[in-house]
């Protein structure tokens, strides 16, 4: 099992999978992760779990607890585990239950939290042009934020991987106008995910491509044969092209990147 290094506008570190635990490990051991955390901030791992549904659709549980356990061992940051999911028939209590994370949440110590809920802070930024004023909770700006997004084909968007994650962040109190809470973000839904990502962007992902998502990131048939590739990295857009690439996109025809 090889760590390769992709160059690109950032630089993408992945290897085949062989089992949570090992592959983990040596992608983040090569990443050099661990350097980049401020020993003062809580580490949010914000997973992709956008509905009550089973993986790969949803990240599942086996991978978040590789990854709690590596940085217990490594780090003695507080660690979070955030989402805030898009349905509007539950909340992202829902999910955690159902997918093992309350399990997980109690087994390690941790702190689960339904990222719908938060206290949320209005920024403004004049070089957006959907949205130049945006809410997002107040924890997200304080914390070194780790995304943990799924390999999927999205039927506007064209993919959903780390920078799509982030509307995982949005308070549906500001953002839900249709059939699900984060709706109004389906409008000009390129230039929407791009101008979420200028406000608050992951300071590093792990991107499971272990199966991937041919169609759709709800439904449809799964990747075959299974991608089976773990990949990490600091730069988002990178990050983002990589997982095109993988799903056999023309990265350049994505409009958020």
């Known amino acids: 099992m090889t760590l390769k290094k992709i160059q690109q506008q950032g630089t993408v570190f992945s290897l085949p999978f062989s089992s949570w635990e090992e592959s983990l490990q040596q992608l983040m051991n090569g990443s050099g992760m661990l350097e980049n955390i401020p020993t003062d ?9 956008v509905e009550n549904l089973q993986p790969p659709v949803t990240v599942p549980v086996q991978l978040i607890a590789a990854l709690v356990d590596y940085l217990q061992r490594h780090t003695s940051n507080p660690i979070i585990i955030g989402e805030g999911t898009g ?3 539950y909340d ?8 093992g994370y309350i399990r997980l949440a109690e087994e390690k110590g941790i702190q689960l939290v339904d990222l719908n809920e938060e206290p949320s802070r209005k920024r403004e930024l004049v070089q957006c ?6 809410y997002l909770p107040e924890m997200c700006y304080n914390c070194f934020l780790l995304s943990v997004p799924m390999l999927k084909v999205h039927t506007l968007a064209g993919v959903t991987l780390t920078m799509k994650n982030m509307m995982g962040l949005l308070p549906p109190a500001h953002y839900c106008d249709g059939t699900w ?3 109004a973000f389906h409008h000009r839904i390129q230039e929407s995910v791009a101008d979420l990502n200028r406000y608050r962007t992951p300071d590093f992902t792990l991107l499971d491509a272990t199966i991937g998502m041919a169609e759709s990131h709800l439904w449809g048939r799964t990747c075959d044969p299974p991608v089976n590739i773990l990949a990490a990295g600091f730069d988002p857009v990178s990050m983002d092209s990589y997982g095109a690439w993988l799903l056999g996109k023309e990265w350049r025809e994505i ?3």
Do not use: C, Y
Not at 92 to 99: Q, S, V
């Open 181 to 183: 809470k984060k709706s």
């Open 92 to 99: 992202t209590w829902h999910p955690f239950e159902t997918l």
């Open 41 to 49: 901030q809580t580490i949010l791992i914000k997973p992709n779990l």
């Open 129 to 134: 042009k959907r949205w130049p004023e945006l």
């Open 255 to 257: 409009g958020h990147k």
């Open 87 to 89: 349905s509007k028939q």
